[in-house]
């Protein structure tokens, strides 16, 4: 029984087209869109039950969208190798696209990368879409990210990044699509919860834009 308050975690399996399986965690909600966590890559020796992806994946199921996070291969209980390949990377991350999107009655999901998966994200953003994307403390510059598309970006940034790097971002993005975590470094130690809020009000600026909320 799940009591008030709880946010139930249900194990979930995602296919590979080579017969690999992957290891996820999905939590359901009714409003849309969903989210599809990116993890660090497996160079960054962590995984989906890394911090700051389980707290974004908490948030969002406390706003009611559904969120699928899941292990590359070859990390934790998803089979395989580990792959530095940014080809095996997007496999892996397309492959959770497509149930993330199902567990959302077909609608494309947000993502939100940590890390060195910001190149990942990036990559499924220009090959089949996402209804919005946030970058959480990304490796890549502001320059990588194609200034096309029409759906929204957010990036967080830790505080102890340093000033250049917030300016950076900040003459990139719109105004108030930037979030610095004050006093932060890459572990978020420091007021973690800002990083779900600040997902969830990205998830609230699609879904306005949709008439989803």
């Known amino acids: 029984m799940v009591m008030k308050g709880q946010f139930l975690e ?11 399986v992957l290891e996820g965690v999905a939590h359901r909600g009714e409003r ?3 989210v599809l966590v990116l993890p660090p890559t497996p160079a960054e020796g962590s ?14 199921a406390r706003a009611g969208h559904p969120c699928l996070r899941f292990n590359y291969r070859g990390v934790g209980a998803s089979q395989g190798r580990p792959s530095p390949a940014p080809e095996a ?11 993330a999107r199902d567990n959302a009655d077909g609608e494309v999901p947000l993502a939100v990368s940590l890390g060195a998966s910001d190149r990942v994200a990036l990559a499924l953003w220009a090959r089949v879409g996402l209804a919005g994307l946030a970058l959480l403390h990304p490796t890549c510059a502001p320059e990588d990210v194609a200034p096309t598309s029409t759906a929204p970006l957010a990036v967080v940034l830790p505080e102890l990044d ?8 900040a003459h990139r993005l719109d105004e108030g699509a930037l979030t610095v975590v004050r006093g932060a470094d890459r572990s978020y130690h420091c007021n973690l919860p800002e990083v779900g809020r600040a997902v969830v009000a990205l998830l609230q600026q699609v879904g ?6």
């Open 162 to 169: 340093g000033p250049a790097r917030r300016a950076a971002w």
């Open 47 to 60: 995984g989906m039950d890394h911090v700051v992806g389980a707290e974004v994946a908490f948030a969002v």
């Open 10 to 20: 249900r194990p979930t399996l995602i296919q590979l087209r080579q017969g690999l």
């Open 89 to 99: 990377l997007l496999e892996d991350a397309l492959a959770a696209w497509e149930l």
């Open 208 to 213: 306005a834009s949709t008439g989803a909320v």
């Open 32 to 34: 849309r869109p969903g």
